[in-house]
């Protein structure tokens, strides 16, 4: 069994600064990639941020410049630190890993957190 647990969410007026973690557990061989997902209400889940196990990320266009995502290899955790939140940036923020399970070494899976929540308002 694989587990992804966030924090970090919570209420921040426009212009103020959020960082966001996640940890994942379990039975995990190898971790491809690791990345921040969200859903703003009545709307689909996007993609915010992703890195490798190489380091080479990709941010959506609307948070270039105000977002940074990070990843600790050997603690199998990610970050991303907000800065400049808007309230466009209001959504439930979902992490994500595409891994490999012990058990199933040679099959990569993507694996979602419970979804912390993120509100941007004055």
């Known amino acids: 069994q694989v587990q992804l647990v966030e924090s970090g969410g919570g209420l921040v007026q426009p212009g103020g600064s959020l960082r966001l973690s996640c940890a994942a557990s379990?039975?995990?061989?190898?971790?491809?990639?690791m990345g921040w997902y969200r859903q703003a209400p009545g709307k689909q889940r996007e993609l915010v941020a992703r890195?490798?196990?190489?380091?080479?990320?990709n941010y959506a266009e609307s948070v270039k410049g105000r977002f940074t995502i990070s990843r600790d290899n050997a603690k199998n955790t990610v970050s991303l630190q907000m800065n400049s939140l808007k309230p466009e940036d209001t959504a439930v923020y979902y992490c994500?890993?595409?891994?490999?399970?012990?058990?199933?070494?040679?099959?990569?899976?993507?694996?979602w957190g419970q979804g912390t929540q993120v509100t941007v308002s004055s």
């Open positions: 994500n890993a595409n891994l490999r399970r012990s058990d199933d070494v040679f099959r990569s899976s993507d694996y």
């Open positions: 379990g039975s995990i061989f190898s971790i491809n990639a």
């Open positions: 890195i490798t196990i190489g380091g080479s990320t």
